[in-house]
C-alpha cells in the first residue's frame, strides 16, 4: 500500500474511532483536533460539525479515496440497532434450503429466519453450513440463534410442504394462507426447487412480479416471503383478540 494510500487509510480508522466514542457520548476534542490536523496536511476540508451522520460520511469519504471496500459486517455500527437481549420463542415453522450454492444467500437467509424468529433451518448436502465463514459473517451473527440441521429427512420435516417456485401452477403468495405448521422449502439460484422437492410439494407459492425480469434473488424471495408470513400471523393474533374482546353493544 502507498504512503498516500495508507494515510487516507488511518484517517478513516480515526473517524471510525471518533464515531465509536460519540456513539457513547464520549467523543474526544483531542482526537478530533489530531483528525483536523491531518486533513490540514492531506490539504483536505475540515469537519463541518462533529455529528454522527457527519463522521459517517467523512469515514465512507476516505475509504472511496483509498479505493477500499468493506463488508456489510465491517461497517460501522447501527446508531439504534434495538437489538434483544433475549429472543421470543420460534414458531413452527420449518425453513428448507434446497441446493443453494451461495454462501452470502445463505447468511441473508439465516439473518431473517432469525429476524422474525421464524422457525428452523434444514440444510440440503449441497448447501453451505454455519460453519462456513462467509454465512457466518453475512448472517450478522445471527446463526447463533436458529436452530440449524443439517442431512434432514425432508418426509421428517412439519406438513405441508410449501415451494416458493416460479411456475404456472403456483399460487400467488398474497393470496395464499400459510397454516400453523409448515415447510418452506427455497430452491437453488440457478435452476429454483429441485425435482423431488416439486414431486413432494403439496402447493407451490410465487412472489407476483410486474417488470421484464421473472426472477428474484433468492435471499430477497425469502425475505418478501418472510414479511408475508409475519404479517399473516400478527393480523390472526389481532382477531383472535377482537373475538375475545366482550362485546360493548
Not at 460539525?49 to 469519504?61: F, G, P, V
Not at 439504534?80 to 452470502?104: E, F, V
Request: charged share 20%; aromatic share 10%; with cysteine.
Amino acid at each position: 500500500m502507498s504512503p498516500w494510500k495508507d494515510n487516507i487509510k488511518k484517517c478513516a480508522e480515526l473517524v471510525r474511532y471518533l464515531y465509536e466514542l460519540s456513539l457513547q457520548n464520549q467523543l474526544n476534542p483531542s482526537l478530533l483536533t489530531l483528525y483536523h490536523e491531518f486533513l490540514s496536511w492531506m490539504k483536505e476540508n475540515p469537519l463541518n460539525n462533529s455529528t454522527i451522520q457527519e463522521l459517517s460520511n467523512r469515514y465512507h469519504y476516505h475509504l472511496k479515496k483509498a479505493k477500499l471496500q468493506k463488508k456489510e459486517h465491517h461497517l460501522l455500527s447501527t446508531v439504534r440497532t434495538q437489538d434483544r437481549s433475549t429472543g421470543i420463542p420460534s414458531w413452527p415453522i420449518s425453513i428448507y434450503l434446497d441446493n443453494l450454492r451461495s454462501a452470502h444467500n445463505v447468511g441473508s437467509i439465516i439473518r431473517t429466519v432469525e429476524a422474525f424468529s421464524l422457525g428452523s433451518i434444514y440444510f440440503s448436502t449441497q448447501t453451505p453450513y454455519t460453519n462456513h465463514k462467509q454465512v457466518q459473517n453475512v448472517s450478522m451473527g445471527a446463526y447463533q440463534w436458529v436452530k440449524c440441521h443439517q442431512n434432514e429427512d425432508l418426509n421428517d420435516l412439519a406438513q405441508p410442504i410449501i415451494a416458493l417456485e416460479t411456475s404456472e401452477e403456483a399460487i400467488n403468495l398474497y393470496e395464499f394462507i400459510f397454516p400453523e405448521r409448515f415447510t418452506l422449502v427455497v430452491g437453488n439460484e440457478e435452476y429454483g426447487c429441485s425435482q423431488e422437492i416439486l414431486t413432494k410439494a403439496h402447493y407451490l407459492i410465487e412472489i407476483p412480479l410486474r417488470g421484464r425480469k421473472n426472477s428474484l434473488n433468492v435471499a430477497n424471495a425469502f425475505a418478501i416471503t418472510a414479511g408475508e408470513i409475519y404479517r399473516q400471523r400478527k393480523t390472526a393474533k389481532i382477531y383472535e383478540y377482537l373475538a375475545l374482546e366482550p362485546n360493548n353493544e
